[in-house]
């Protein structure tokens, strides 16, 4: 007060010194009234009116700029980034901008006089509770976040800025609230704290499995100390049963004796030390000194593993030894040796009574053998018969047959004669058509029936050198096998021929009643989504993807129908149906598959030899897809009497095909045994080739009848 007063003063001055300048002005030159009182009285009264006429004139200037000032806050207020509410001792909101209308989706009138907590979620009323009442105590700017409510029930995290504005009545207050959507900075937030949660769970899981692998490392390097202990062990046990064995064991490389255990030094009579670089020739028998080296130059030469023989040795003494030789080739300081095991079999063969006993054994078995048996000699000339052979043959008189020759026998092919004058064992199956056989005055010409044999031909004398002594045939009689096996391979065709009619039995129920069924359930849910008698979109989303989880089980109640029955093969023959399923083959898998089929149009295939086309090729394709990781694939069919030719082949990873089939069997996977199956079942033949990284080819040979077109018909009607 005492300070506006001063200011007060010197204002009434200053506007008084304006008014009596501008009075004086207006009577300038004019006459002064009469009388000193009155003049002073109209003088102070002109004076106080311009005084009133300034101030107002001041007054009006002063109310323009409020109003204009007055203006640009309300644009800043309405237009603001962020929402202002006033609200007063009850919590009734006084003021709003717009954005904080926008903010609660109503109309700024409908907001005024209305409950600011009417607005605020449930979960936050105690917080904003809390932060109001901190708000009036503290009478500083305080901040907090909360949930709001805006008209249509839709959610959103809010920061509240605010300060208490104190009101001219005695203790009155009313507060001035800033609101900001930060409802994307919350989800970000929660999505944040999620991820760290996530995080932290795999550093946690990460850890787990990094401290669980330091186990394992720890454990595997105890167990490679142990490994390697226990690798001493037995290179030392090893080493007392070489030095302790009953047999004399040597290492030969280069025609020289590299290493010799003590029960060689015992057979040999010579120090390790002497035999130590010994040239093999100097300790053989002269006689058997080139059959030796031929051994042992062909195993090192050629790398196969060396026949096992009986040889005479000259021992340090000057005695005569006989020794039984089998040896193993293996690498000896990283180059190709051979590793003998040695029998001193001296005694043996010096001991007449042992040899007695032995042949007489032998000959009882030759006798008595169930196994038809027919010795020759060296020429081929037969000399003798066991009862079994002439059983077989339905023979009583072995005579008719003592002195026939091996090499014009009629069974036998100019091949296999030939195989056998090189000196190699021969085993094949022989049909016998008694019937029809030129040498009916030496088997029995009242047989009525065909003889399938399984015959072996072994070469006799070929252990103890070059030539060859005699021939010893054993014949078995394996008529009823092939029987059963004509049998087996009867049932094994009805029985595909049953699995193919459950097949198609099955296809078309998918087809005609499974996929019809659901065909209809499809259109039912489409028509009820677009019926509009639903307004729930949770619903509707479900009804969505229940129909598109239909149209997935009717695509693959379609596949299904088509794998196990493709009707393509009934209605456009067997080139079109394998072409068609190869392009779909390779459109969904991925793979290049190339076919082509070259005069298939004339071949005479029935439904079963089609059919068992179809699965071959598609066990082979799948069985590529699945296993050998290619990415191109050729199949080639050629038809050209009187073969079916079926050429597979891939650029995968490759095989090993005996340690594939036998693995198969072993683990009971039937892929390639069903194929091979399919191929026999046609009477025909499957080979696989196939080499680690280098792809696998499948072929197959089926026997083929041409078809005869008209002319030809007609030409063999006439």
Known sequence: MTKSKPRAEQKSSQLRARAEKQLAGDFQGGQIAPGEDVQKLIHELRVHQIELEIQNEELRETQAALEQSRDKYQELYDFAPVGYFCLDEKNLIRKVNLVGAELLGLERAFLIRQRFSRFIAPSSQDTFYFHRKKVLASKDKQVCELVLVNKDGTRFHAQLQTEAVVDDAPNSSHLRIAVMDITARARLEEELTAANLELEERVEVRTRELTKANLELREEIVLRRQIELELRKTEENYRIVVENANEGIIVTQDSEIKFSNSKFEDISGYTRKELASLPIVDFVHPDDAAMVMKYHTLAMREHVQPQAYNARVIDKAGQIRWLRNKGILIEWNDRPAILSFLDDITAQMHSEKVLKEIDEQLKNIFLESPIGIAVYDAHGLMYGVNKSYLTIYGMSDPTRILGTSLFDDPLLSSETKERLLAGNAIREEVVVDFPKSADGFMFDPTRAKELYLDVLITPLGMSMGDAVVGY?????????????????????????????????????ELHDRVGQDLSTLKIGLDSLRREHLIQSPVFLEKLTAFSNLTQQAIMVVRDLAYELRPPGLDQFGFVRAMTQYGKDFSEKTGLDVDMSFTGMEDSSLDFDAEINLYRLIQESLNNIYKHALARRVVVRMVASF????????????????????????AEKRMGLHSMRERATLLGGTMRIRSRLGKGTQILVELPHERKLHDSEKNSADR
């Open 642 to 665: 009187p073969k079916i030719i079926l050429r597979i082949e891939d650029d995968g990873l490759g095989f090993d095909p005996v340690q594939r089939m036998a693995g198969a069997t």
């Open 472 to 508: 010893m045939v054993q014949i078995q009689d394996i008529t009823e096998e092939k029987g059963a096996q004509r049998s087996i391979h009867a049932l094994s065709q009805q029985l595909i021929r049953a699995h193919e009619a459950e097949r198609l039995m099955i296809s078309r």
